[in-house]
């Protein structure tokens, strides 16, 4: 924790009040940390509740140079709210209102701090949804699903948080105010200054205001799950899946190692031979939809198949789904502090990465476990290991850090939907160019001239900056 | 013209081959032009076959501060090709390869100066499509459609250009080497360089390799022709279409001018109490799309409708279309010299367009016709005069300025797909805050500090800029 200037809270209180200026250790403690376990304590919380406190803020800490860190609700995996710094967590928690819903033009302005669910419901009661679908969606705001470019297992067919939102209202590093975007499906007047600040992490801009592009509700829907002998006839299988015209809204995986594990701590029968498991799911107008499920069912159909079924009534999609849902509690049964990683690759180097993996898993002594969003190659690797074993603790790291070479010569991404924060910080460099970085650098200095904003965030420290160290950041790890 | 330096000359002959620099006033002159009948004669015109070759003159432009601007096939309509500092042109019709199509993966990467139709040619022998479709496909290029952010009909179901790139390769204004996005539809690796270039207008950098999300072709397709009694019929009707979970792949709609004009010139029989027609497409599996084309159908039903009529065989499809089709030489012939603006308002403020159109088409003398993207809320609006006429050419540009303050007072924005390039340039800051462009002014310079790359476009000269000034560009109308 750093200390907070007398002065710079007399200026907080007079921007927004007492109650709402948070300075007491014990007030600030829970804003310290985020679902990445890394911890550090803010100097102090403020609560504001309007685009104009916010500015104030803003203004505040930029004429002071003080470290100011957007939160939402602190389901972020990455410690991209976590203050490494010290400094000041900008709570947005209170400002969670929903503005307006346009059913007729199809969208629906939002304050950040409005949870992802609380917008679902308020625009399904108007026969629309919002895109993403990420599965903290319950507690997560939507200012962190536009802060890390949230997804979850719609993405494949409705895209991400970038591919649904028409404008944004922010406060740069310096309080001015910015307005991106449009209220319309279509424009090209100016840089496209939305999509560059949603996945910044809070690092260029709060954003103040978002409008949302929404999406009808599909009449109906169907599951299917398809069992295989192994994952390359799984990951087959999905290229077969994509390369048809019915897009599923959801096509899920799991590996082996998965089914062995939901076998071994869930009780679920599923075939001894199984090898890898998909969940799929189709939607749109009732006629038709039956169809639709047999083209898809035609697709996930071939070598290595076991089993297919398919459910139209919630009874019979509970169970297929009872597998896959069985799946993060059996993960932490087995391994309570593993690590959960999103990496992408191409859809059809899926075997190869799996193929990697395994060979990884016996490198280093520890289990390996995947699942994901396979319809976008997007896998969430799980460390399944145990901090407290020497071995294992001293494994882990480089074992990450082969992971992560073996997606970059897969052509992938290091991340698909949980972001850098602080813990990808230190590989952004193997993916990106040194000019690359350098000229990002340069776009952060012009939105935020002090590096007040989330700093020690997303890019790292320099261009070229040394190899990667994990988990050497300041943060205590609970 | 401006004078090209004799040692500049040698080094871009250098750097390609002297047949690739033409610097010879009749070779130029077809590079001075553009689909806005703008014309400024460059003092260069180069043509590169490569990454590499494009980083040469670049570097070469960027040395001497020599003005670059890069160009497809010329079809833009806004003179953003139009060199009007003179300087060199970067012709890239010989770039024009497609890499890689990667059908187990749905992208393909080319080259930028591969047309929309040879790559959607190439595509479709593999079962895929590339969302953007503007009328000129025929002839534009890929690059073109990236620069200013392209789309077409199939907009409304398909997305823009930006909404279909996974990632792009790219050499900045001081001739660095930039790789921005991915090679699979999910990245939160770094900012969204991807697209702050898409849309940009060749002022930030010029692509020289884009990656392209492909979707698989659907099965088939059906039509529907809808005429309303008026257009707010019509529009309520849209704003019916897009509430419900059938998105149409084309929305097409014209208003009740054009439906006089086609009558008139086209000798196309259409109901005599005509006042707005709809065109709809939807397309999707075989199974179920006739009850889709149903779905639709009930929704563009209601008040004011005159005639519903569906086609499912070619020729009744090709019937359908007929009046639309026959609407761009219609205009031609009424008017050859006419403006046509794209401006975007939200779907349900379209009623108050129009009646705001006729309401300025009556003030100023001149006749006023409306067609487009009514799904988007993009509508063609053709300022039908004679520039020959004193009194018409003294109103146009003080009707078109009326037109601008109305879209943006229903909330809209000057530009949906046809950008800004010289025409719109002196408008820009009448959407953007001058805080939001004097950022976007920094965020160019971070991408091409000599200020080379197509100067004097898509820009404001300065964030608060005089007030717009319709035609005073220094080229030469043709």
Redesign the interface.
Known sequence: MTFLADDIYRHLVSALDEQRVKIDPADCWAYGFDNSRHHSLPSCVVFPQSHEEIRSVVQICHASGTPLIARGRGTGTTGASVPVTGGVILALERMNRILRI?????YAVVEPGVTNQALQDAVAAK?FFWGPDPSSATVCTVGGNLA??A?GPR??KY??T??NVLGLRAV?GDG?????G????????????T??L???EGT?AIITEATLKL?????AKRTLRVIYTDIDAAAQAV?RI??????PCALEFMDGRAIELIRQYGEIPLPEQAGALLMVEVD??T???D??AQ?IAAAASGRGMLSLDIANDPSTVKALWQARKALSPCLRKAAPKKVNEDV??????MPELIAGLEALSRTHGILIVNFG?AG???IHVNLLYDPSNPAQAEAAPHCLDAVFSLVLKL??????????GID?RDF?NR???P???E??A???R??DPAGILNPQK??PATPTGATATPYSSPTRRL
């Open positions: 346009d059913a007729d033009n199809r026969g890390c470019n997804a993405a494949v895209g991400t970038r591919d740069t001015i105010e910015l307005r991106a449009v209220f319309t499906t279509k424009g090209v007047i100016g840089y496209d200054l999509r560059l949603i996945g910044s260029l999406t009808p509700l599909p009449e290229s994509m390369a048809q015209p019915i897009t749109g107008p006629t038709g939809l169809a639709a083209t992408v690759v191409p859809v059809s180097r969003h976008n190659g997007n052509e992938g991404t290091l991340s698909g939907e949980h972001g850098v990808k952004v993916e990106l160019t000019e690359t970085l000229l990002m340069r776009i952060k012009q939105f997303s890019l």
